[in-house]
């Protein structure tokens, strides 16, 4: 089976270092997204390539986050400087957009689980 | 805007029985889609079931339907012959059109089967 394959899985770090998590989508698909997940506020989209263009990160906080597609199989999401707030589970998934009806099912990584201490 | 509402936080269900897990939807768009995901505890999202606006037929894999009722914007997904194994959270979400763009999650619904 095609996955998404995300890392680091897990990582803990100190307030004020930088982080980046990376994403290698399915090949052949041609949208990725960014997803955060934390128990107050659910899954939360905050960022998403389509044919590597950025075309949305308006779910994304502009002053330290950033995200970046170098290349069609690299996605990065690089935090710099980390909070403790930034704690959560963040996920990449990516889906093939043929501009029809039909359903762009995602695939989801298995996500990195970040701590920020 | 789009909102997906999950009102059941949680659920306990005996082995075997169906289970209904609730997803009422708003959205001003006229074509859209509802989908199901499900996310155990080792926490990947996994892919269950997809409700185009413009089908008619209610969707349906394996155990998995989903009963969508357009009037009434609700999207409750169906588990029949619930297993141990389809203890996890199970969210709702929604997109414009095929989800080219992205997906709405609800809140979710952390679904328990007991023995």
């Known amino acids: 089976d095609a996955r998404v394959t995300q890392t680091p899985r897990h990582k803990v770090t100190e307030m004020g270092q930088e982080v980046t998590m990376r994403c290698q989508p399915i090949?052949?698909?041609?949208?990725v997204f960014w997803y955060r997940q934390t128990m107050m506020q659910g899954l939360e989209l905050l960022a998403y390539f389509r044919n590597r263009a950025p075309l949305d990160d308006s779910g994304m906080p502009k002053d330290r986050f950033s995200a970046e597609m170098p290349d069609a199989t690299l996605a990065t999401l690089k935090i710099q400087p980390s909070e403790p707030r930034d704690s959560a589970v963040y996920f990449c998934?990516?889906?093939?957009?043929?501009?029809?009806?039909?359903?762009?099912?995602?695939?989801f990584g298995a996500g990195s689980r970040l701590t920020v201490l | 805007a789009q909102k997906i509402t999950q009102t059941q936080p949680g659920m306990f269900v005996q082995e075997k029985e169906a289970v209904t897990l609730d997803c009422t939807y708003d959205?001003?768009?006229?074509?859209?889609?509802l989908f199901w995901y499900k996310q155990p505890s080792s926490g990947e999202m996994i892919f269950l079931i997809y409700?185009?606006?413009?089908?008619?037929q209610n969707a349906t894999e394996g155990r998995y339907s989903l009963n969508f009722q357009k009037a009434r914007k609700s999207a409750n997904l169906v588990i029949s012959a619930s297993q141990l194994g389809d203890s996890a959270m199970y969210f709702c979400a929604m997109s414009s059109g095929g989800g080219a763009d992205g997906l709405t999650f609800g809140k979710g619904t952390h679904l328990i089967i007991q023995p």
């Open positions: 090949l052949g698909h041609n949208t």
């Open positions: 409700q185009g606006s413009y089908d008619e």
């Open positions: 998934a990516s889906g093939l957009a043929t501009g029809g009806l039909g359903a762009n099912v995602l695939t």
């Open positions: 959205t001003s768009d006229q074509s859209y889609g």
